[in-house]
């Protein structure tokens, strides 16, 4: 400038937040727990006192759990019965500017997600072995479909190989309709929004193994031990998935289980290339 000061070419907006946090939804999880969603990033020391929650005729939670600076589960310890509406004190918490939460009394009905039956939801898809690719991306991925009418949320369900387990997300997959499940650092690979990213997926042994979808409670929801024979000789050098041809068929898996043929080499979160009913 005239005084021959540098000054910097860029400019930095500050931004005062004066905003208090708000408590934005209360849903009800399994065993008598909650999932308690604030507005903003939420001060560390006071989201995880326990103290600061409690239900009006049950108590404090036994314990909780901060799932991210928003976020906290809080577990009361099978207090809460399901169809009954209780009320949720939050008491005074900052958020990460010093803002504070007023007292918040929040009426909610304990309505933990449905329970699956068995093949109410299935494995309709595997692709275990996508090298070379033919024109997907090389990615393993296990497909789901929901053969009911019905709507669920996917956090009732677990899935399992034989050495490791993980429990699905936050996913409401509607009846008639597919999910994509694949490792989050692979998720991007796709353009599909019925797409679950999940950390740590196992992977899948291209020479066949047992996968299991359970529910939290134990209960079977289905469970597929595929083989590389069931290629049948056909598109088993890799890139090709393995396809679900009936999805309420009740024939063995061996017979009801092929090779995709569709030219991209399988048919993620869409119609299997060799479905169809009762043949």
Do not use: H
């Amino acid at each position: 400038d005239a005084y021959e000061r540098v000054l910097p070419d860029y400019s930095i907006q500050l931004v005062n937040d004066k905003t208090a946090p708000l408590v934005n939804d209360i849903a009800s999880d399994f065993y008598s727990k909650l999932q308690v969603t604030f507005s903003e990033p939420m001060d560390n020391p006071g989201l995880k006192s326990i103290t600061k929650y409690l239900i009006i005729d049950v108590g404090l939670p036994g314990s909780l759990l901060i799932q991210n600076d928003s976020l906290v589960q809080l577990d009361f310890n099978d207090q809460l019965q399901e169809g009954n509406t209780y009320e949720l004190i939050v008491y005074p918490i900052s958020d990460i500017s010093g803002n504070q939460l007023v007292q918040d009394t929040i009426s909610f009905t304990y309505q933990p997600p449905a329970l699956l039956s068995y093949k109410q939801i299935v494995i309709n898809e595997l692709m275990p072995d996508p090298s070379p690719a033919v024109a997907l991306p090389q990615v393993e991925y296990i497909e789901l479909y929901n053969a009911s009418s019905d709507s669920f949320d996917l956090r009732g369900l677990l899935i399992s190989d034989s050495g490791d387990e993980i429990k699905l997300p936050n996913y409401v997959l509607d009846g008639k309709s597919y999910v994509l499940i694949v490792d989050a650092d692979n998720i991007e690979m796709f353009s599909s929004n019925n797409i679950i990213g999940l950390d740590g997926l196992f992977a899948l042994s291209n020479g066949g193994e047992t996968i299991r979808l359970e529910t939290v409670t134990g209960d079977l929801v289905d469970s597929l031990t595929y083989d590389l024979s069931w290629y049948g000789g056909d598109n088993n050098d890799g890139g090709y998935a393995l396809e679900l041809i009936d999805p309420f068929g009740s024939c063995p898996n061996v017979l009801n289980w092929s090779a995709s043929i569709n030219e991209n080499g399988g048919t993620p979160g869409l119609e299997n290339s060799v479905y169809r009913i009762g043949e």
